[in-house]
Nanobody, 121 residues
């Protein structure tokens, strides 16, 4: 069992940056693959990116080259660095964990509560 808590969301202008954090308790993040998803109002949950237990990273096409996932095992946390933000990045962002990496939300067992990111034009 692992509990996840996201933080770092907020309001930012287009072109700006934010870094989201996902802190884990209960188990170490190195035991899990970690995914980031987002959901905008009226839209389906979208894959943003993921990191395998071995540290390999995967990104959705809409964020590739702008977003970066990293992990700090000493802090038991995973981060999503978001650069060159666009208004269409506005959504609630969720981190999730699973024994193996996946690109679909149903691949993940544990979820955080989400953090709102709003990008103004």
């Amino acid at each position: 069992q692992v509990q996840l808590v996201e933080s770092g969301g907020g309001l930012v202008q287009a072109g700006g940056s934010l870094r989201l954090s996902c802190a884990a308790s209960g188990r170490t993040f190195s035991s899990y693959a970690t995914g980031w998803f987002r959901q905008a109002p009226g839209k389906a949950r979208e894959f943003v990116g993921a990191m395998s237990r071995g540290g390999n990273t995967y990104y959705g096409d809409s964020v590739k080259g702008r977003f970066t996932i990293s992990r700090d095992n000493t802090k038991n946390a995973v981060y999503l660095q978001m650069n060159s933000l666009k208004p269409e990045d506005t959504a609630v962002y969720y981190c999730a964990a699973a024994p193996g990496v996946g690109l679909e939300s149903h691949d993940y067992l544990y979820w955080g509560q989400g953090t709102q990111v709003t990008v103004s034009s």
